[in-house]
């Protein structure tokens, strides 16, 4: 969709297109950002129907509240760490944009079916680092992979699988996504 592609600049959106393709699920929960009606379309062409947008900065809410009338969502005004983390057939969406170090709360809440979206300017290993700290998990494997896009898929003390991406438009951001 060229109206999100625009709004995410071309890398963001290659990393989402290849994040969302592991997940094939109906019901979304997640953080939309300013470009709400966007959202839900490039959603929808990935399958999904179900959504529930959370919103905490005042100035964004505003802004999401002039067009989300014309769609069936659920709207909550608050912090996300207030939805269920547990639901099954849904992917939780956390486009954070700010670094891991005061997000351990994030971090621990949600245990599957996630993409958690960070700033890196705290540098990659500790942004890695203090994921996995908060996730109380130990990294036993990693593998570099160069295609479709540069990744990396970890292997976790819990038995967890990640795949990490980091990539950079207008800053330096990076995506783990728990797929198991």
């Known amino acids: 969709m060229t109206k999100l592609r625009n709004e995410y600049g071309p890398k963001k959106y290659e990393v989402r297109e290849f994040l ?19 959202y839900i379309a490039w959603c929808k062409d990935k399958g999904y129907n179900s959504f529930e947008i959370w919103e905490n900065h005042v100035p964004t809410v505003f802004e999401q509240l002039k067009v989300i009338k014309s769609h069936k969502i659920s709207y909550k005004v608050g912090d996300i760490l ?8 849904t992917l939780y969406d956390l486009d954070y944009c700010v670094s891991t170090l005061y997000m351990k709360e994030h971090i621990q809440k949600f245990k599957k079916n996630f993409i958690m979206t ?20 130990s990294i036993i494997s990693k593998k570099e992979r160069s295609s479709p896009i540069a990744h990396t898929m970890f292997n976790t003390s819990s038995g967890s699988k990640y795949i990490f991406v980091k990539y950079a438009d207008t800053s330096a ?6 797929i198991n």
């Open 20 to 38: 969302f393709s592991f997940f094939k699920f109906t019901n979304i929960v997640g953080l939309a950002g300013l470009k709400v009606s966007d």
């Open 82 to 89: 207030n939805t269920s983390p547990d639901r099954t057939d």
């Open 118 to 137: 960070f700033s890196t300017r705290i540098g990659i290993q500790k942004t890695i680092d203090t994921f996995f700290s908060a996730r109380e998990e």
């Open 173 to 178: 951001m990076c995506c783990f996504a728990k």
